[in-house]
């Protein structure tokens, strides 16, 4: 059964998530498609976790749900002046639905309602994640970097900004 983008929920990350984000981050194929591919300890997790917390002007969360609360996916926005670098993942039993392209679109949409001044957000993926191109690229990001990591960017114009 597909789920429609209605259906689902996105809200802000609370410090109860941080088991189900470690458990999210070490998945095989999210490690695969990672930057940096090592696994994670719980030690450094919870340390990383706890900080980005602590410091919603530079970093926001948010997990994707269904309205019953299970949990698909997260998306982070790490902030750096006026640009946001876009991180998500989908939960190994939702893969395959198209909710990383709903998860793009409510987390982009949440991030310009939080941060009103950004002017542009970007993906940065490997080139062989087939999977974060095509969801990159059905919520109009443009490929601008071809180097060994591909860059996918939306620039932000005024009359994107939502109203609060």
């Avoid at 002046?81 to 991180?87: C, D, F, P, R, Y």
Wanted: glycine fraction near 4%.
């Amino acid at each position: 059964m597909k789920m429609n983008k209605e259906d689902l929920v996105l809200r802000e990350v609370c410090l109860d998530d941080c088991k189900l984000l470690f458990r999210w981050a070490n998945d095989s194929q999210v490690r695969k498609n990672s930057l940096s591919s090592e696994i994670i300890s719980w030690e450094t997790h919870q340390k990383w976790f706890n900080e980005k917390v602590k410091q919603p002007e530079h970093c926001q969360i948010f997990i994707l749900e269904t309205k019953n609360k299970t949990p698909i996916g997260q998306i982070r926005f790490n902030r750096d002046g006026t640009s946001v670098k876009i991180s998500y993942s989908v939960d190994t039993i939702f893969r395959g639905q198209e909710l990383g392209t709903i998860l793009v679109e409510k987390g982009t949409e949440a991030i310009l309602k939080t941060w009103q001044d950004i002017t542009v957000i970007a993906g940065i993926i490997k080139p062989e994640n087939i999977a974060s191109k095509k969801v990159f690229e059905r919520n109009n990001f443009i490929l601008t970097s071809k180097d060994c990591c591909l860059e996918y960017r939306k620039v932000i114009k005024n009359t994107d900004k939502i109203e609060r």
